[in-house]
């Protein structure tokens, strides 16, 4: 399980990358104007520290695969990692609407890409916390 915890954590810190764009791409500076400031700040904060603890997870798998998979420590790590990605698997599916990327070509690919992606992460560190 040790390779797959460090492919998990390059792709983490792929992920936690990609949130530096996402003002840009989602056009917040717009689509944000009408919202107040608190509610403006609060979303800019909350990517911020998503992306740095979707890095710090990422650094960590990298960093300690074999701790994570062979210590007793670890093992709780890859449970509380293998619930927090399948609850994301379920948000994924039940908390957008469907209307956000069905019949529309990138948005449905991502979608896919994203699910597939949420499936490994959790798999991974299920099977982890299991053996």
């Known amino acids: 399980m040790e390779i797959h915890l460090k492919i998990v954590g390059v792709l ?12 840009r791409y989602f056009n917040w500076a717009e ?3 009408s919202s ?20 710090l997870m990422g650094l ?5 695969s074999t701790e994570i998979a062979e210590t ?5 790590i890859a449970l509380g990692l293998g619930l927090f990605w399948t609850v994301r698997l379920i948000i994924q599916f039940f908390g957008y609407s469907t209307a956000l990327w069905k019949g529309k070509r990138f948005e449905t690919s991502m979608h896919i890409v994203f699910s597939v992606l949420w499936t ?3 798999v991974v560190f299920w099977i982890t916390y299991f053996n």
């Open 12 to 23: 983490l810190i792929v992920l936690a990358s990609i949130h530096l764009v996402f003002p």
């Open 120 to 122: 490994y992460l959790s």
């Open 31 to 33: 689509e944000l104007k």
């Open 36 to 55: 107040s400031l608190i509610n403006r700040q609060m979303m800019t904060v909350h990517t911020f520290f998503i992306a740095l603890t979707v890095l």
């Open 60 to 64: 960590l798998c990298l960093t300690s």
């Open 72 to 76: 007793d420590l670890g093992k709780k």
